[in-house]
């Protein structure tokens, strides 16, 4: 008796009826088993009989992509956000796809727009980004630029894809757009919004921006996407295709789909404003922590030797006054301390309240309306780059990348 | 026809919408609404994806020829699940419940673990392109010996409101989908098979009832000819006729068949421009097409104008093809001249393209781009009359004739839905399902026991009342009266105009509470129903409250003492005609008092105390 392997034929007998359909896999202790009629069901193994091999897979479909010669050249760099996959029907695995000739055969209209180089610089789940795979990204990004590249997009899973956006920016100075993309529903399905997405990122990428930005859906509607500057985006819904949002200010443009026209404000930094310049070191050893009501101070311990400190603090920026002697302790012994506020909305002002002033007094930064992920990649770059704690409390207090605003609107 | 001798071979797919409070994979209401309450629109695009192979499934794919935009309306009761903006929760569990029930029913086997598939349909009915759908249980048996083979648990899809706009109000209705071998080999057959199958989904009481509420599709072969799906036939007493019509289809086609083949036909495949020999055209759909096709065909004359089916030609399965590109339709040298084409034109135009007398020449009139598509579809179609029947999905037309919709879904459309986890069916679960009684048994049992005529007792179990019935009999109400006020009386008020469905179950259920304990004559119903439809939404009380006012208003109380004073008046003043006719008066006399207490007094009642008086009188 043969024990069963994805693709194989089995036999399998429920109430007087034998059916017979593809073995998928063991999972749970149960077999998963395809029936001819597609049904997946799930039986005790000890209910099917191998009935054979399966037969040799023809080979993946290999269609033939030609790209246009005449068209700019972009590059797509993968981090393992899927914006192209592919379901084998046998046995229902949903696969994706990074090479730009598979992503051009899902994507046919893309060949419109540019020819593309492909780049692979992880293959992780957004939660599993890390500070250094941020400087890969940005090394990566410099080195399309210095090779010629018209503009690069990133594929990037959504969770984390602000924060990368946001520490690309940090670390890269550059004259083509670098857009990050991504879908919130998954690539197999016919109403991803991957196809759009990548559409309008691919528009955004051979058009005339200059800087780093997310593009993602504007709405719920299949109807445009929204360009987004890299320092001033969030993810603001769990779920829904419009979930980047602008922070505190209007998007820097839209891309109209399907005609994917790209509208840039006057705010939009324009292509060839920045000469290419990476200065990509980070000091990782820096956190942020989110404060809430009765959150002992006990826990500023875990931080302790920590070069950088983001508060997400209560409302105008305030965390509990039991705080402040173990804050002061921190700060005394180098650790540069910046408060932000969970209201995500407005600007930190510790001036108008008594705890306000003391976390001043003892040299907490004002974060001004930086958004707190923001702050923290920022806190990594500054201190990576700014050994002098003082310099580098002022360039906190400083716009370097679109990341503060002069006003609040 | 001799349906044996054409090896007739029909199964049918029911498809039935659970009566569930909330739907299969979100937390809304099952509630249909009404489109003008919608809260809001919005639109998406469907692409088909593509599969290992590089292969599209090719169901998906013809639908995808046509670039569409689809809009969808929204209402307070539809949340993001069915926006396709937030993954599905977690199987409903009480939808599962009927599905076992009726699997149960049905004496088929439940799988042990449910696997959650997505099945895709790029035709805009889900706003996700595609549908869930799960296998429950199989292998269950009908009396007449066929098998059914599947059921499946899915979700239903959005209702097209027209064109390619949907409403979202029916999606994720959890629906069973009941598959039956093609064990049929009658018209008829099918027939009773699909009235059986719905009788016993309404003997579970938890299936939603109406029009729409109730699917089938019925697939038919015969020998030589292919398997055939026809979609949405929604009329039961249609059934036989779909069938005879698709068989007469395919008996028709394979007989063009034969004679394409003894006349050595084929499709020329090279498309001839003919656009400018319709330059001066009258006909109005010629002369705005920016580009005009035509298309040869071989030794087709006269056969692609054949009727295939009432109302249906040759030429109608081409043009259903066609109009997969985005035209109107086509005109073939088989109708022609007609539609403002002349005789002329249609010479010009087979002299040509080369056509000969035996050969037919179609045209295809639209954009240079869905032109050049349509003509690809019409050569696909004639290429597929030389081998007879293509495999295909068609809708129901109107009468029972059928259109064609898209080649046959193969397994291709199915992948796992991976945000849904298995469900295991244990053997606990398995046997705590209760098997419900069948309507037809139900209906003999309430013949038995409450002595309600044959019809009555059929009329009220197969009744949508029901539950009302059985709650009225459990509370002492006598079933004649029960039976006769839901059924008789309500329709013949509804008849008469009185909106008597605006008299919700529970008064009904505390009027007939009223009469059985002699606080209402059971005469006074109609006018009690026809009082509580009149102010229904107006007065505000509970079922008692509102029944007794309505009593208080149409037939006040009336004491025994005021029953003998009223029928020894009524008598007395009737004294000669009573002397005269005798016992004989009672009747006459019956109806006057009866009008005199306005129905607020039991029949019985009137009658035994003006018996009394009379014999009073009398003796």
């Known amino acids: ?49 191998w009935v054979g091999r399966a037969a040799p897979q023809p080979p993946a479909g290999a269609g033939v992509v030609i790209q246009d010669t005449s068209l700019p050249e972009l590059s797509i760099i993968s981090t393992g956000g899927t914006i192209a996959s592919r379901v084998d029907y046998r046995t229902g695995a949903v696969t994706s796809q990074f090479s730009a000739s598979d992503i051009l055969r899902a994507i046919p209209e893309l060949g419109d727009i540019a020819r593309y180089r492909d780049r692979q610089v992880a293959s992780i789940l957004s939660e599993n980004m890390r500070p250094a795979i941020w400087q890969e990204l940005a090394r990566a990004a410099y080195d399309e630029i210095r090779h010629g590249t018209s503009g690069v997009i990133v594929t990037h899973g959504t969770d984390t894809m602000a924060s990368s956006a946001a520490a690309v920016r940090f670390m890269l100075r550059t004259p083509v757009p ?136 209560t409302g105008l920026g305030h965390v509990s006054t039991d705080w402040i002697p173990k804050l002061r302790g921190m700060i005394d012994d180098g650790t540069t301390v910046v408060m932000t506020s969970q209201c995500l909305h407005g600007r930190v002002c510790d001036r108008v309240y008594n705890t306000g002033r003391d976390l001043l007094s003892i040299g907490v930064i004002e974060g001004e309306d930086m958004l707190p992920e923001v702050a923290l990649v920022k806190l990594m770059w500054v201190l990576g780059n700014e050994p002098d704690p003082e310099r580098a409390g002022v360039l906190m207090q400083t716009d370097l990348a679109g990341e503060i605003r002069r006003r609040s609107i | 026809m001799n349906y044996k001798e054409l090896g007739l071979k029909a199964g049918i797919e029911i ?38 192979l590089g292969e599209i499934d090719r169901a998906a794919e013809e639908e995808m020829k046509l670039v569409r935009k689809f809009c969808y309306y929204t209402y307070d009761t539809v949340c993001l699940a069915e926006h396709d903006e937030e993954p599905p929760a977690p199987m409903n569990p009480e939808a599962l419940d009927v599905c076992l029930t009726i699997a149960k029913m049905l004496g088929m086997t439940p799988v042990e673990q449910v696997h959650t598939m997505r099945k895709l349909v790029v035709d805009g009915s889900n706003t996700s392109g595609f549908q869930r759908t799960a296998l429950v249980a199989l292998s269950g048996s009908l009396p007449d010996g066929c098998r059914i083979e599947t059921i499946c648990l899915e979700e239903e899809a959005a209702q097209r409101v027209e064109g390619e706009t949907f409403s979202l109000d029916r999606l994720g209705i959890p629906l069973v989908e009941i598959t039956t071998a093609p064990c049929m080999h009658t018209p008829e057959a099918v027939q009773r098979v699909a009235e059986y199958i719905g009788m016993v989904l309404r003997s579970t009481g938890r299936v939603k009832r109406g029009l729409g509420t109730i699917r089938q599709d019925i ?18 007493d249609l059934i036989a006729e779909v069938v005879r019509r698709e068989v007469e289809r395919q008996v028709n086609l394979l007989a063009i068949r034969d004679e394409l083949v003894k006349r050595s036909a084929r499709v020329d495949h090279t498309v001839v421009d003919v656009t400018a020999l319709f330059a001066g055209t009258k006909s109005s759909i010629l002369k705005k097409a920016k580009s005009i096709l035509a298309i040869r065909l071989s030794g087709f004359a006269g ?82 009359a030389l081998s007879g029947v293509p495999e295909e999905t068609r809708k129901m037309l109107e009468e029972g004739s059928s259109a064609y919709m898209r080649p046959l879904p193969g397994a291709a459309r199915m992948y796992p839905e991976t945000d849904i986890f298995p469900v295991a069916i244990g053997e606990a679960l398995w046997e705590s399902i209760a098997v419900p009684e069948l309507l037809t048994d139900r209906a003999e049992r309430f013949v038995r026991e409450f002595g309600l005529d044959e019809a009555l007792a059929r009329q009220v179990a197969f009744s949508e009342r029901l539950p009302t019935f059985e709650a009225a009999v459990a509370a002492g109400v006598r079933p004649t009266i029960a039976a006769r006020t839901l059924l008789a009386t309500c329709r013949e008020l509804a008849r008469g105009g009185v909106a008597v469905d605006r008299v919700s179950e529970d008064e009904i259920l505390a009027l007939l509470s009223a009469v059985e304990a002699g606080r209402a004559a059971k005469e006074a119903i109609p006018d009690l129903l026809t009082e509580l439809a009149r102010t229904a939404g107006e007065c505000p009380g509970t079922p008692r409250e509102r029944v007794d006012a309505a009593i208080e208003k149409m037939a006040p109380a009336v004491s025994q003492a005021d029953v003998e004073s009223i029928v020894r008046r009524v008598v007395t003043e009737r004294e000669a005609f009573a002397r005269e006719k005798g016992m004989g008066a009672l009747g006459p006399l019956m109806g006057v008092v009866m009008q005199e207490v306005r129905g607020s007094v039991d029949g019985r009642v009137v009658s035994e105390t003006l018996r009394r008086e009379l014999k009073r009188l009398l003796s």
């Open chain 1, 1 to 49: 008796m043969e024990t069963p392997k994805a693709g194989d034929r089995v036999r399998y007998a429920n109430g007087g009826a034998a059916l017979t359909g593809t073995y998928i896999t063991e999972r749970d202790g149960m077999a998963v088993i395809k029936l001819e009629n597609g049904y997946n069901i799930g039986t005790s193994p000890e209910k099917i009989e």
């Open chain 1, 178 to 313: 670098v857009v990050f993309v991504g879908s919130q529903r998954s690539a197999d399905r016919p109403s991803s919004d991957n196809a759009m997405n990548t559409l309008c990122s691919a528009a955004v990428a051979a058009g005339n921006l200059g800087e780093v930005a997310v593009v993602m859906h504007a709405t719920t509607n299949d109807d445009r996407c929204a360009v987004h500057r890299a320092t001033r985006v969030r993810k603001m819904h769990t779920s829904r295709r419009d979930a980047f949002q602008s922070m505190g200010m209007a998007p820097l443009g839209y891309v109209d789909y399907p005609s994917l026209t790209v509208t840039l404000s006057d705010e939009a930094v324009r292509r060839g404003a920045e000469e290419p310049e990476l200065r990509d070191a980070l000091e990782e050893h820096c956190a942020l922590l989110h404060f809430h009501p009765g959150m002992p101070s006990g826990v500023l311990d875990a931080f302790e030797g920590y070069a950088g400190l983001v508060l997400a603090g």
């Open chain 2, 15 to 52: 498809h039935q919408q659970l009566d569930t409070a909330e739907k299969l994979f979100c937390r809304c209401p099952t509630t249909l609404r009404d489109t003008a309450d919608r809260t809001g629109e919005f639109y998406r695009y469907l692409r088909a994806t593509e599969s290992e």
């Open chain 2, 219 to 236: 697939n038919v072969s015969i020998a030589g000819g292919a398997r055939v799906e026809i979609k949405g036939v929604q009329e039961l």
């Open chain 2, 303 to 384: 056969l692609v104008g054949q009727d295939i089916q009432p109302g249906r030609r040759l030429g109608s399965e081409m043009s259903d093809y066609a109009k997969k590109c985005g035209v109107g339709g086509i005109f073939h040298t088989d109708e022609l001249p007609a539609y403002g084409v002349t005789a002329e034109e249609v010479a010009r135009l087979r002299e040509f393209v080369g056509a000969r007398d035996e050969d037919c020449v179609v045209i295809v009139a639209a954009s240079r781009e869905r032109a050049g598509c349509a003509a690809e579809q019409v050569m696909i179609r004639a290429e597929m």
